[in-house]
C-alpha cells in the first residue's frame, strides 16, 4: 500500500482543532484528513498531566489503527503534555504538535520580544509554551495566563458582545495594555499568543478592548505551514487528488456538529460524523 | 459485618455534588461519608445519555465494591440519566438521586405553580425534571433553560459581580421576571428550581436581577432530608458515632482541594482526597 494516499490524523480534545483543520484544507485541498475528537472527556485543559498523556495516546492509537500517515495534535493542552509520549509510542509516522508552531509566530511577530501567551490552566501551569519560546529567543520575556472560561465561551457560541469583552478583560487587564490606557511603554508585551485552538473565535471581543499595538497570533495557521512542509520534505503528499474530510467523536454526533460548525465557519453536516469509542 | 457501619457513598461526576455532601453532614453527624467525583471526565452536562448512563455505573461500582450501605447521586446530570440503570445495576441497596428531592421543594415552594429549572444542557434535554413536577402536580407550568457557562463559572470561582450578573440575565431574562420589571403578573413563574448543584453558589448573583417574589430552590437541602428519612425507615442509621469523611477523585487532587473549599464552604485538605482510576 502507499503510505502517502493515506489520510493526514488530527487530534484534539474536542472541537477547536477545527480551526487547525480548516487551515490545514486551506494549504492541502488535495489531502485526506481524518479528525478525532475526544468529546466524551472533553476539557482536557484542567485535568492532570498523567489523565492526558492517558487519554491522548488511546486517542492517537485509534487514529494510527485506522491508518494515518502523519499525526497531527491540534490541541495545545494535549501537544504540550504529551508530545514526546506520542513521539515515543509511534515512532513510524510524523506527529506535530500546535506548541513549537505557536511559539515560532509568536515570536516572528513581536518586536520587543515581551509576549504574553494565554491557554488553558493544564498548559500554562506546564510551562510548554514558555519553554519552546525560550529555546526559540532565550532573551524573550514571556507572561503566561489561563484563561479557563474562554473554552466553555467558545463552545457556548458567545463570542462577542459587552459580556465577552468584561471577561476578556477581567482576564487579561494585569497583563497587556488596553485600548485607551495612555501611552505605549516598551515593558509590556507587544504580543498575546493565542495558546488554545478555542481562543481564535474570541478574537474580535480580544481586538475590541487591548491597545492597537498588541499583535494577536495563534498556532494553526503556523501549524498547517509545518504539515504543508513536512510532507514535502518526506515526499508523502497525495499522489492523487482526494480532499475527503471524516470526522470521529467519541460523544454526541449533533452536538459536534452543531459547534464544530462554529469553529468550522461553515456548517459540518451529521452524516459525516461517526461516533467511536476509545 | 453489621451494614448500618458503613459509609454513605455519594457520587458526582465532580465537585459540585460537595453541597450535598455538606446538607448531608450536617442532618447526619454521625454517619460516615465517601464521596467520588469523577472530576477526569467531568462535565458529564454536555454529554450523550448512552455516555452518562456508562460512567456513571463504573463510578457506581466503585463505590459499591469498596463498602457503602446508601448510594446517593449528588449529581443531577448523573440521576437524570441514570438512576433507573444504578437501580437496576445495585437492587442490594438503596440509590436515591436529587431530581426527586428537587421537583418535591420546587412544588412546595410555588404558589402559582409555575416553575422555572435550570440545569446543565443534558438534564434540561432529557426533561427529567419536568416529568418529576409533572408527576407531583400535573397542572404545573414548567419552562426549563440550560445555563451551560453556569457551571465552569462556579468552578473558576467567580460568583458574583457584574459579569456574573450579565450572564445570568442573559440566560434568564425571558424566563423570569427581573427585578425593577414593574408589575407581579400571575402568567410567570415564581420559583426558580437550580437543577443543578453548582448553581448554589451563583444563587446571590441570580437574587440580586431577579424579582423579589421569585423563590429559589435546589435540591441539596431536600435530598439530604430524603437520605436521613430512607435511613430511619430501613433502620440502617449508623449504630455508634463515626463522621469521617473520606474524597475519592479521578483526577488532580490539588485541585480537587482547591475547587472543593469553594463548594464546601469550608477547607478541604488535600491529604482526605485519593486519586482513583475507574
Given at each position: 500500500m502507499n503510505t502517502a494516499a493515506l489520510p493526514i490524523g488530527i487530534f484534539d480534545?474536542?472541537?477547536?482543532g477545527l480551526t487547525v483543520l480548516k487551515e490545514l484544507a486551506q494549504r492541502l485541498p488535495h489531502e485526506d484528513l481524518l479528525y478525532l475528537g475526544d468529546t466524551a472527556r472533553?476539557?482536557?485543559?484542567?485535568?492532570g498531566q498523567e489523565t492526558i498523556i492517558r487519554y491522548t495516546l488511546k486517542a492517537a492509537r485509534k487514529l494510527v489503527d485506522m491508518g494515518v500517515k502523519m499525526l497531527v495534535v491540534a490541541c495545545n493542552t494535549a501537544t504540550a503534555a504529551a508530545l514526546p509520549s506520542l513521539r515515543a509510542h509511534f515512532a513510524a509516522i510524523p506527529v506535530l504538535g500546535v506548541v513549537e508552531p505557536g511559539a515560532q509566530a509568536a515570536v516572528a511577530a513581536s518586536s520587543n520580544k515581551h509576549i504574553a501567551v494565554i491557554a488553558t490552566e493544564a498548559t500554562i501551569a506546564g510551562g510548554a509554551y514558555q519553554k519552546a519560546i525560550a529555546r526559540l529567543c532565550p532573551e524573550a520575556v514571556i507572561t503566561g495566563r489561563a484563561c479557563t472560561l474562554f473554552v466553555p465561551l467558545a463552545e457556548e457560541g458567545w463570542m462577542d458582545g459587552p459580556l465577552v469583552e468584561g471577561i476578556a478583560r477581567r482576564y487579561l487587564e494585569d497583563i497587556l495594555p488596553l485600548t485607551g490606557c495612555g501611552e505605549k511603554t516598551?515593558?509590556?508585551?507587544d504580543t498575546l499568543l493565542l495558546?488554545?485552538?478555542?481562543?481564535p473565535l474570541l478574537q474580535d471581543a480580544m481586538r475590541n478592548i487591548l491597545a492597537p499595538q498588541v499583535r494577536i497570533v495563534d498556532s494553526a495557521a503556523t501549524t498547517a505551514d509545518c504539515v504543508a512542509a513536512e510532507l514535502r520534505l518526506r515526499k508523502m503528499a497525495r499522489p492523487t487528488p482526494g480532499g475527503e474530510h471524516r470526522f470521529l467523536t467519541t460523544d454526541n454526533p449533533a452536538r459536534f456538529a452543531r459547534t464544530g460548525s462554529l469553529f468550522l465557519g461553515q456548517s459540518l453536516a451529521e452524516g459525516r460524523i461517526s461516533l467511536v469509542d476509545l
Open positions: 480534545s474536542g472541537m477547536g472533553l476539557p482536557y485543559g484542567t485535568k516598551h515593558n509590556e508585551p495558546g488554545c485552538t478555542h481562543f
